[in-house]
């Protein structure tokens, strides 16, 4: 593993442009300090906004599922999730405020305004409690295993550093994930039903989360600046082939009629309509508008402690 | 729980307490994979039990970081795992004790420096202060009291400018 210290004070200067890539390539790592190319910062940040945004759009979520979780542990690991998704929201507003692109509160603000993205799987309803488990079990391993390949390269270090807790709370995440799937999944018929409804609502927005894939070469700048570690569809093929006969193991189905297995025993998916996903970028998804409604009211209602703080 | 027959521990169930012990420090904790309950503090003591038909039961005290952390059930879990896996235990109990209270001080300094090095996460001095693991300076100052778990808070490194978090006492 490369070392998480920093350099020494006072940052480092590039004659050009191949001399940082040149960096990059040998596995250097960018700090605050140095010296950025305007594209690698405006990258940097624009991941780092979406990731905080998707962290505080999935706490405020779990935290509206606190009361309906079925039992005292369950809510104890709601609440729990909700507070780690909260705090990691904080972490990276505070490492991409310092980036100097715009402030935490312009950050919110658009946020609430609707001018940002947040991750695709937050546009979306969940229905009943077993949408919470498909979302624990599936869409948090998606989100895992999305965020431990930017960890693996991640060449900026304030990120790469907070990335380092994250990515082992959400490993941690996923086993809750686990352990209530294992619950839903061995209990009565209505339950299995339950899970099965769910499972066709989540499946392909799980799917979907990894994006469309990558441009061919390092095209995409977040590649070629060491950024994101692994290209879309090859996490998509990953998370595939593990989550596909777990959940054929327990009984369920994929809502997916093309599902195959090839002749080197690996599963294919069927073509993704990417449309659903696109949708959800413009914050045009089913749910997009009432939960950044929410949002906007909870900072709103908020604003005394800001004031008495202040 | 304690059972109609129990035998004292005994200098030939050192071998076997020491075995407990090993298989305890095997258990990660689930935030920090690197680095064994053991070494942050959370073993408090080990008792040996032999029932009536011969089964060696495991007694295993831990005292968590926080009440009402929502990792309790799942180290409980792998620590049973671990040490009944281990020859010559027939059965482990997992009891979270109500005191000793945690304390940082439990950590073993490679714990401290493990989640220094790579975790961002440091300790406070005796006189309140903080010093930032990633470059050092004593420039840190706190943002919030409440973090992404229970266990640690929120500061900023003014000098190199990471966000480093604390154990809270």
């Not at chain 1, 998916?269 to 998804?285: C, F, H, Q, S, V």
């Not at chain 2, 959370?42 to 831990?62: D, M």
Request: aromatic content about 8%.
């Amino acid at each position: 593993m490369k070392t998480l210290a920093a350099p020494p004070a006072g940052g480092r200067t590039w004659s050009d442009l191949d001399e940082f890539q040149s960096f990059i390539d040998a596995g250097g790592m960018v700090e605050p300090d140095d010296e950025m190319p305007g594209e690698y910062r405006s990258e940097v940040f624009r991941f780092i906004e979406f990731h905080a945004n998707s962290e505080l759009m999935g706490g405020l979520t779990e935290r509206d599922w606190i009361p309906h979780a079925p039992g005292l542990r369950l809510k104890q690991i709601f609440l729990a999730k909700t507070q780690d998704e909260i705090g990691h929201a904080h972490l990276l507003y505070m490492v991409g405020a310092d980036m100097g692109i715009k402030t935490r509160t312009e950050m919110l603000e658009d946020l609430f305004d609707g001018r940002s993205r947040f991750h695709n799987v937050f546009h979306y309803q969940a229905v009943t409690w077993a949408d919470q488990v498909a979302i624990a079990f599936l869409v948090d391993a998606a989100a895992f295993a999305s965020q431990r390949a930017v960890f693996a390269e991640c060449t900026y270090g304030p990120y790469k550093r907070v990335l380092k807790r994250i990515v082992a709370e959400e490993g941690f995440h996923m086993r809750h994930g686990e352990e209530m799937l294992l619950r839903i999944a061995t209990g009565t018929p209505t339950q299995h039903e339950m899970f099965q409804a769910a499972l066709d609502r989540w499946w392909w927005p799980a799917v979907q989360l990894f994006g469309p894939d990558s441009p061919p070469g390092d095209v995409d700048p977040l590649i070629r600046w060491k950024i994101k570690s692994e290209r879309n569809e090859v996490l998509r093929h990953a998370y595939v082939q593990k989550y596909v006969p777990l959940l054929h193991g327990y009984g369920f189905e994929i809502p997916d009629a093309e599902l195959r297995r090839d002749d080197d025993g690996q599963w294919q998916i069927g073509e993704i309509d990417w449309a659903p996903l696109k949708a959800t970028m413009r914050n045009g998804g089913p749910d997009s508008a009432r939960r950044i409604r929410t949002a906007a009211d909870n900072w709103a209602d908020t604003s005394w402690v800001r004031e008495a703080l202040a | 729980m304690i059972s109609a027959a129990t035998t004292p521990r005994d200098t030939a169930a050192q071998p076997l307490d020491d075995a407990v012990r090993s298989a305890v420090a095997t258990v990660p904790d689930p935030e920090y994979p690197d680095v064994s309950i053991v070494d942050l503090g959370l073993l408090e003591s080990v008792r040996l039990e032999t029932q009536v038909g011969g089964e060696v039961v495991a007694h295993v005290g831990l005292i968590p970081t926080f009440g009402g952390c929502p990792a309790l059930a799942m180290i409980a879990a792998d620590v049973r795992r671990a040490v009944e896996s281990a020859e010559g235990i027939d059965r482990c109990d997992v009891d979270w004790l109500a005191g000793p209270v945690w304390s940082p001080d439990r950590m073993t300094r490679g714990a401290r420096r493990t989640l220094a090095d790579d975790y961002t996460v440091v300790l406070r001095h005796k006189d309140g202060g903080l010093r930032c693991p990633v470059c050092g300076s004593d420039d840190v100052d706190d943002l919030s009291m409440v973090g992404p778990t229970r266990c640690r808070s929120v500061a900023w490194c003014t000098s190199c400018r990471n966000a480093v978090e604390v154990m809270r006492n």
